[in-house]
């Protein structure tokens, strides 16, 4: 198949007089790991729950494998291959680290026994191997987050949503857990990635999308995008490129 | 728990069934049996409680009009159109079933959670209750009466212990078919509901059939107990069959002998119908001790075991083990 695998056209989402979202248009190709960054509040997340469908678009269209999704339920998407992590991570708290994954892998295993079998086989891939039967309210920080990537691992999405897995990690813990994402795009899955770590944005991903008040404003490579003037603005405020390039002249 | 083979996982049921079918072996005194059948009847309604309160995390405050519809359909069928008992009992299931599927796509659809949801069963119940009362087909305020006839093919039985066992099979296929769901995708995906329902959309789940699905089950099962009262005593009013006693059994069972658990509802309705019979024998008949006993066991459940009389006897028996070790 040709085209995109998602592509999202004039996105807008408004949240009564707050337009959280405003026209936004980005692709994601087969195979990559795609980026998206801007500043806290930019929309991200917003984006995200568009893109599953947790929410409805006030514009635009969201389309996958070149078909328009309208306003298919989130479940519908998990189904057509669309998963996503959620920024303030959801476990079933009463539930074991394996039960817990079990209830992404029934998506595509009816059986019971196969559903805990591919549990159990995700939670190595992402590091729980060993914390299989712990209550997964007794987790750390860090190792919810690599649950809530296993879940959405087991439902094997095609194209899978991170919404900040790595934010509240160490650095070592974002050494960690950086390869195994790379595998997981290696093994067959396409990844959007909403990240803060510039440093994992840097190493991991092939594009970046840079999203401020809503607003796509740049786009490229991790090394053109954090060269790009709008995009330091964005960030460090207005005239903030022009300083720090006058600055750059001062001391060169 | 999940994982354990099907001898781990139905064997405890099956036993604890066939220790209890030894009782009218043990004792012909009516007054026990008669309590047995009762607090079956109630483990009975609890289990359907329990599969959408407990397992789904939905809690109705309305059972009855699940109970009451199984109850009047049972009755009505027989009564007024000498419909064959046994008929009428499934079809009093599957009236029951039908009225929480209704009750679930209404209440569901618009997203009604936590008490909004419990007082929309509430109020259910109470419209059906007014409605029995008021209408003449029911029988009104006089209830209806199921013409006695004392034979095995009217689903009427001299011998109390026949009634006993037919309850216990009844509490035995139910927590069986209970296990089987726990054991299941749909068991799985109900328990994600209740743990988190974003997170369960997230991962496929389709939450609002889920929960349909759960309701209608969880109603089955109640009306099914509403049925059997009917046979039992062959005789139902307005509000034996959508009084809130009966709502609040249902749910005091599985809390007090454990949420979510496939032998809660049972132990929880044996103690609670112990302890009646118990406070009965030593206070007399104190108008509504009863129910002072029952709201105060609610309390005591909630503040000192959470997980109920099983999670309770499973931390005792844990703290003995450790107990024991060096
Ligand atoms: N359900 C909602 N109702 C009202 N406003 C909302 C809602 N969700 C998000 N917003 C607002 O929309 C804006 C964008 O929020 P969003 O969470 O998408 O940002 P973000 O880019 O993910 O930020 P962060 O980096 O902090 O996670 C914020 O101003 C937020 O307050
Ligand atoms: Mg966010």
Known sequence: MSGPLLSVEGASKRFGGLLAVDGASFTVERGSITGLIGPNGAGKTTLFTLVAGFETLTAGTVCFKGDDLGRMPPHERAKRGITRTFQIV???????????IAVGAHLRHAARGEALARAEAVAKRVGLGDRLDQPASGLTVAGRKRLELARALAT???????????????PSEVRDIVPVIREIRDGGVTILMVEHVMQAVMSLCDRVFVLAQGRIIAQGTPTEVTRDPAVVEAYLGHGAAARLASREVARG | ??????????????????????????????????????????A????????????????SFGHAVFFGTGAYVTALLQARFGVNAYVAFAAGIAAGAMVGTILGYLSFRSGLRGSYF???????AEVFRILANATAFTGG???????????????????????????????????????????SRFGAWLVAVRENEDAAR??????????IQAITLSAGVTAAAGGFYVQYFLFIDANLAYGTWISIEALLVPIVGGLGTVFGPLIGAVALHGLAEATKAIAG??????????????VLAIAFAPNGLQGLMAKIGRGLSFGRAP
């Open chain 1, 156 to 170: 094997e999405p095609t194209l899978l949503l991170l919404d900040e897995v790595l934010a509240g990690l160490n």
């Open chain 2, 118 to 124: 419990a007082l929309v069963t509430l109020a259910f």
């Open chain 2, 285 to 298: 008949r104190i108008p509504g001790i009863d129910l002072a006993l029952y709201g105060s066991l609610l």
């Open chain 2, 202 to 211: 997230a991962l496929g789940v389709d939450t609002l059939k889920v929960k």
């Open chain 2, 44 to 59: 009975l309604a609890g289990q359907g409680w329990n599969i959408l309160g407990g397992y789904g995390g939905q809690f």
């Open chain 2, 141 to 183: 305020a006089a209830g209806t009466l199921v013409k006695l006839d004392v034979r095995p093919e009217n689903f009427q039985f001299s011998s109390r212990a026949v009634f006993f066992w037919i309850a216990l099979g009844l509490v035995t296929a139910v927590m069986l078919g209970v296990r089987f769901m726990e054991r």
């Open chain 1, 90 to 100: 959801q476990p079933f708290a009463g539930l074991t680290v394996r039960e817990n």
């Open chain 2, 1 to 42: 728990m999940s994982r354990s083979g099907p001898v781990a996982a139905y064997g405890p049921i099956l036993a604890v069934a066939l220790l209890l079918a030894m009782l009218p072996v043990a004792t012909s005194a009516n007054t026990i049996l008669n309590s047995m059948v009762m607090a079956l009847l109630i």
